[in-house]
């Protein structure tokens, strides 16, 4: 009778290697085997630190073990690929994230409050919120003096308080 305690693991893999793949067959493990091997000599390993020799072989131990680490990790998987499956719309959804358009996410999201909005108020909140500039700077741009963004500014946080405020947010 051998001594799973005081067997090296080295030892203990060359004896129950046939275990292992005995345990991998029976699940139908034919697409990354080499990864649920790997699992099934983490629970041979489990299974010798956590042997206790009173209680029955090693050999039935280690099968439970073994089977069970290796259905746990297929159930992990299957999870992952279930909850984590690209959308039909994939090309779709990039597209309309590609970093080169003209719109990009915040600044749709945030036009969307912008309904309501003169042009030139849209301007400031482009030009303020999503390009961080500066009044004088949103100024420059469009030609006009700063006291005419300060306009657009105010007039423009008046009308997008009130649409904010007539929305039902919970």
Same mark, same amino acid.
């Given at each position: 009778?051998?001594? $799973?305690?005081?067997?090296? &693991?080295?030892?203990?893999?060359?004896?129950?290697?046939?275990?292992?793949?005995?345990?991998?067959?029976?699940?139908? $493990?034919?697409?990354?085997?080499?990864?649920?091997? *790997?699992?099934?000599?983490?629970?041979?390993?489990?299974? *010798?630190?956590?042997?206790?020799?009173?209680?029955?072989?090693?050999?039935? &131990?280690? %099968?439970?073990?073994?089977?069970?680490?290796?259905?746990?990790?297929?159930? !992990?998987?299957? *999870? %992952?690929?279930?909850?984590?499956?690209?959308?039909?719309?994939?090309?779709?959804?990039?597209?309309?994230?590609?970093?080169?358009?003209?719109?990009?996410?915040?600044?749709?999201?945030?036009?969307?409050?912008? &309904?309501?909005?003169?042009?030139?108020?849209?301007?400031?909140?482009?030009?303020?919120?999503?390009?961080?500039?500066?009044? !004088?700077?949103?100024?420059?741009?469009?030609?006009?003096?700063?006291?005419?963004?300060?306009?657009?500014?105010?007039?423009?946080?008046? !009308?997008?308080?009130?649409?904010?405020?007539?929305?039902? $947010?919970?």
């Amino acid at each position: 009778m051998l001594d $799973i305690q005081k067997m090296s &693991f080295d030892e203990l893999v060359e004896v129950h290697r046939p275990l292992i793949l005995h345990v991998l067959k029976t699940l139908h $493990i034919y697409k990354d085997h080499e990864v649920y091997y *790997q699992v099934g000599l983490v629970g041979l390993w489990e299974a *010798q630190s956590r042997y206790n020799p009173e209680k029955g072989a090693f050999s039935t &131990f280690a %099968f439970s073990i073994i089977r069970g680490r290796v259905l746990s990790s297929l159930t !992990k998987e299957n *999870q %992952f690929y279930t909850r984590y499956q690209p959308t039909e719309h994939e090309e779709q959804l990039d597209a309309a994230y590609d970093e080169s358009s003209e719109i990009k996410p915040e600044e749709d999201i945030l036009t969307t409050y912008c &309904f309501d909005l003169t042009e030139n108020q849209r301007k400031w909140v482009i030009g303020k919120i999503i390009e961080d500039k500066k009044i !004088k700077d949103i100024a420059l741009e469009h030609g006009v003096t700063e006291d005419a963004v300060k306009t657009w500014r105010r007039e423009a946080l008046k !009308k997008l308080r009130k649409t904010v405020a007539g929305m039902d $947010i919970r």
